[in-house]
């Protein structure tokens, strides 16, 4: 529902007089969102984009982790909290609230389904340019997967070795969206961005010694690829390509 | 068609004795590019990625220039030329082949369009932040379009004035996909995309002073936003953007 | 007036009948902001910051910049346009439609002050480190007198000669904040920020070579500052500097 | 007290015969610091600046802080020390010289109030973009109430879900300064810029991954608003801005 | 043997009917790797590059890297670990299947040599400008040295003492490749450069403080080199040097 | 003639009394180098390094880029100038003693070839991402042939179409040295590097824009090639990756 | 006479009644500065260190320059001009008040030697590693001379031809400090500084290109010096550079 | 001893029949430093500069530590080893060899002083901006002392409260050399630079946060000092710093 239809619905009861105007005022000002004092909680978000408020656990005491994972799940949604030590995995656990919650380890990711969405018709390919990129993939992939997505990683087929690459070529031409994941140089997102027609999203890792810098070297690689149809999310950042390419799956299959 | 496809045939017609190994090899290396000595047109690649090849002038000369877009323009098909200087259009004029090009300014591209694609039925909103980015905007929408998209500009809409977004969100929140162009501080694109269930593709440009080093700011920016689902591409790249964007827009259309 | 002030009367209006749902949603969308197609003119600033928008001339051509300050112009209001060379006042004067309007040369800005604001009680001390930074303070100057203040420029009082400075102390004790512009290492705010009792806006210049690196040496000194109370704007921005420094003092003499 | 007055009192006295050359020489070089051998503490800076000097801990060891502490606190004067760990505030306590002290643990502060002053008759809107933020705004409020403001902390508020922002336009647009503080790409400075008549105080802090580079993205993104009238401190002081909010609310209420 | 005859030698098969289509299509995909499913072992590389693929330790879990390690034993090749904490080893070790594994502890390397090369008639010279530099040279020693090559390390012949580099000049100007290691500003590799007829290959170390940088002030150094013929790889990476300076001596010894 | 044996023969001579002790310290000073007051020309280079001093043009003057060139050609030297402005070639016209001296465009460098030396037996291949990569590809070859080289350029054969890099494998894979050049995000160097057994030098070129970052991206990304290798010179400079591929292609066909 | 001499003077004479406190006041503010409005000329900085202020002219208009130049030529002192374009030059003979004052091309300066100093004892070596560092050798030499030095330039001794600099190695150890000046990897100041037992100035220059980032790499390399004993001015500053070893100089000779 | 005369004393004996060539030829090459295997230490170095070498830990181990630590006391030198961790002290006592080795524990140095220096005339001021920077501070008196250097500490006396260091300007305007050690915004060395009359010396340290970048801020600002006159060492090098202040001291008492 847009903010517009919400407004017209509001003014229609107004006119009515079903309202009163400082019923209406405090309507307005009565949004989707639970505050509890450190965090606004965005019930809403939902509505507005497609999916539920996700916990990036960094800077976060264990303690307000724990109160905004509850106030979440208790409104009966899907919970991710990404970038999760695994000791708040054990402080929730203690909770005893949320038994069908899991810690995937790999993604360092707590993960509770509550409800199953039907799951996507497109698989979106997951394509890791080593071994040592796994844990961002796996953060992708688990959080595409909550959001109804079904993946598939295809690991450590980096430009060192192309042929590894080539072999997967007509799964990748297929897609309707790909996820190229790659640190040390980050050429793997030219490569395959070159030899597709669906759009690339790529992720720069911080995998990699001396002059990568974390990642900035993968970055600008991703962000300067003269294969056009590459757009690029943060450093070390599975998550976000994973909602974005959830979004344009949904955009497909919506339209389908 | 697939690569794995013509290596089949390829076989096929080997096994059936239509042709000969030594012909096969011939076949398998002649590949459908064309070696104009300083440049190989990949004339291919519009069976491949699904747009052909285009031109992007800075450090090419303006005689470099000519050749190739000859060579492309003699198969028949649309041809972009991205950063060119209004001198290298006038050289085009000059060899009066291809009194169909045009110059956009604003743009600085050159366009010839030589076979009418049908418009896609969604429209793309091109959002700017500022007027000082409509330069980008406008390659963007030449991109867009010579690609068959219909594109609608938003401009000046940046965060200093919200409201003046605020009015088009119907628009926005409709959309497959979204681009949004902003310099300075870039925080255009996280608004929006906080706002929408689309994925929105990013383009900082390098518009501002000081501080804003050429772009990175706004780059920076949008690879941080907290708004997920948010790509980004190149500074000042409204080129890159239109391609993703037609991407994704192509595979909703497709299936729909 | 506020937002949620303007929100209740129209809610009032809709429930007396006085205008209808769709009337209504329509005020909504009519905000004051006027759309030129390249740029949208907030002509709503004036109420919602206490000042009215600003022209930033880079990036934007000139039969722009004449568009929206005409259009800024024919409300009655005093219009700055900022970074402006010579040739867009000379485009300006040939429009003939604002004769009043005056290029300050140093300061690179365009200045049309049509309706007189009563000057402030007290004066801003603009103090600069060397001759070279008074291009800066320039624009702060041109900046702040248009809002309505009054200003003293205290010109190369740099460090390396701290006697220069000191003789103006009592000065700078008695403001209610200080501009301090320094490019170089940009050491001024510090010391300033160091002996005074008012908040200093300090404004690092790209003013020196090598490892100035074109303001960033200035911009760090001025963020590492020691002295708590300094709080900087971009490089070379000494409009924002101005701004702000107006903004503390009108906050001042409104309760005065 | 002014430098020139004390220096004219000095003359005064010399020129009655009430003190002798030597003397006042002697009284020059007597400034009211105090010399600890590795510490110069400056009991003066109450008055030449309004607030008492503040322990900065990183770098010092505890034995220091303690002595520096002590000095400060037999004065009288209330006590800060910030950036200390826990530790230190533990060393204190076995001094058993301050029982009123006190550790706050998420400001990471120690604070010893000896003297309580008037509280502010504004408050000071601390306003924060995420959770994660929230120790820079306890340093910033513990800092803000030390030196007499009253404070309110708006948390978790940042672009992603605007209309949590929104629901608190009212406090914002009557507050007499503001402080914003946000990591990631630190957009909510620019759009609280945007909205209201008062400085803000922006403070940018490291919260965020990649390419946020400890904070960088989010300080660019501050110096670069496209909203005049935001002024930023550096990565993470939140220190810094209490005490430039304060200066400022100070001379707003002492004209009142 | 090159990618073109194998494909000759299978179209000569199919043609001869000996293999049918299909299982041409399976031998081409068939490639020489094995797919562990978090990595794709290039068995290949040995043919190709003419050296095996080698363990890169930072990033895998000790499970992965066991797992690897196996595979590429068990073909009978020499494997080498880089990068490897001693942990990694016993886990190893742990196995009882290499018994012959050692660990060189100053490499960080774990090297299983299974087949004896014949050793370089050359030597290398790997030269260190500090005692510091000791791990990375130790890294290229072993790396050239599993790859046939016999190597000689002149350590601690940095520039602030000449004298100690010149006595070797003989030896230096009679290699065929020379790896120059050095950190802090780096300028040995130019003054060896200088004094050759041999490429020299540059390792920036990340040894240094304050504005080294973690190697980056080594890195510009040798990159900026005055002396023609100096190339670089990167920071720290002694096995990147060796694998260059080997393959280029056993261009030479082919050749002989 | 190493130093050594320069050092014995004086030595012996000063034994024999053929010369005398203050003599003998003349002539170790008096090393073959010849002193402009603004340049020391090192004739001795040729002996030392294999190859003379080549002059680099930017930062000289005119009138100093004359004399120098002058004094080299005067010895029978074959003479390379580098960075040449054409305007630099006119003035050594102008002289009228080198009528053989020619300017190459587009590498933008002043040859003079006094002595024809023998051809290389094998070929460097010169391969560049892009057509706009060609002048640094011309710098590489002009300094490559007067040094005896043959090359052989392929150009645009970036890894946006792959298929335009892998029809030249048999040549690039009986290489004894490549130069692999490219701008943009640079990645053609690892995957060249990963298919071929030689050593691979690597030319990032300042081609691109926004995030490329004057090339930057493009050396980042080589210096972190997942190929090993692949050994990086300076960006945009093809003179020393063409001195580099001399040196290793001499020391082959030296032992050939 | 140190500043405590004149406040000692001027309290013996309130104390005699000789002068009163107001003319007392007075004489404390009226400081050995001239206020032009634009800028507050330093006379009193000969005193103080030892050397006039000297005019650095960028950002600085034609005009002002003039008008500065003039108040320090007028008080009889030697005037320095640095970082000047001819054109400033030219204004000043068009004043045809300085018949003596001539320009330094190369070193970009304007001289005026109105009263001729000593020479000193010893010289100053200054070495340049390329022809190209020789503008900034120039400003140095300039600079030097104007406050009394003897130097001698010591051009084209760069580390890629070693022996260049050692046939000067007697004259540079029997220096009482020298200036190196060196681009590109800047490696010059550390081999000198190994060599000697007097300090090295090190002026790192923006000779170079790409990695070399406008004399970032020179001066890193200079920094992080193995060789103890070199201190480092800003890039391209022969002017600070003379004027430290000046003082120095100085310093030695008046104890002499 | 210069160089030139031990070769001129060589040729002599050559001359005279007193050594042979073979035997000139082994003493040429036997220049006097001993090589460990790992180090090669430069015994000579006493000579050629003016102190011996210094053992700095990091990156060594704590065994080579010990063998170059024990090689150099051998000599009877002093020793001096910077950067040293606790442990490495406590490895040298098992030693027992050096019972007057004492570690110091604020400077992080290992201190074995066997032949103690006749102390300096002069005393070099070591001036500190905060209490923070005093293990700095500590590393420059140690290394100056062992040198034979007098020194004085004045501690905590940074721009924010200029007053602490007016106090000291008696002491400060009649030193030979000054070292100045700021971390933050770095500003007391231009400060200090704009006072005295003889050279600054100084150290930017990595005290600060955020946008301090472990000392860049304070380095920039040292390098962009607008007081000339002022020298920089490397970030925290408080060793460089102590080597040439005592380079500048003993020339100047040398010459007295």
């Known amino acids: 529902m847009t903010i517009d239809n919400l407004l017209k619905e509001l003014l229609e009861k107004v006119k009515s007089g ?16 639970e505050d509890l004092g450190f965090a ?15 916990i990036y ?7 307000q982790i724990v109160k905004i994972f509850s106030a979440l799940a208790e409104k009966g949604n899907n919970v991710l909290a990404t970038r999760a030590e695994e000791n708040i995995f054990e402080a929730l656990v203690k909770e005893k609230k949320f038994p069908q919650a899991r810690y995937e380890k790999l993604a360092r990711a707590i993960v509770l389904e509550q409800k199953k969405l039907e799951p996507s018709r497109a698989v979106i390919p997951i394509v890791t340019a080593g071994t040592a990129d796994l ?4 953060e992708a992939r688990v959080t595409a997967e909550i959001m109804g997505q079904r993946t598939e990683l295809i690991c450590d087929v980096g430009v060192a070795g192309l042929h590894r690459l080539l072999v997967h070529m007509q799964k990748l031409q297929s897609a309707n969206v790909i996820i190229v994941i790659a640190g040390m140089e980050g050429a793997l997102a030219s490569v ?6 669906c759009p690339v999203i790529a992720v720069p ?45 949904r955009k497909i299959e919506a339209k389908a």
Chains 1, 2, 3, 4, 5, 6, 7, 8 share one sequence.
């Not at 079903?18 to 969102?33: C, Q, S, T, W, Y």
């Not at 395959?192 to 027609?197: A, E, I």
């Open 18 to 33: 079903e309202i009163d105007v400082n019923e209406a005022m405090g309507k307005l000002r009565h949004l989707p969102f």
């Open 135 to 138: 844990p961002i993939a796996e």
């Open 205 to 249: 890792t911080s995998i990699g010694t001396g002059a990568s810098f974390g990642g900035i070297s993968a970055l600008l690689t991703m962000l300067n690829s003269c294969a056009a149809g590459v757009a690029v999310v943060n450093i070390d950042n599975g998550f976000s390509a994973a909602v974005t390419a959830t979004l344009i799956n």
């Open 40 to 54: 606004c909680i965005d019930h809403h978000r939902q509505l507005r984009r497609g999916f539920p408020e996700v």
């Open 192 to 197: 395959v961005g070159g030899l597709v027609s």
């Open 57 to 63: 656990c960094p800077g976060k005491t264990t303690e």
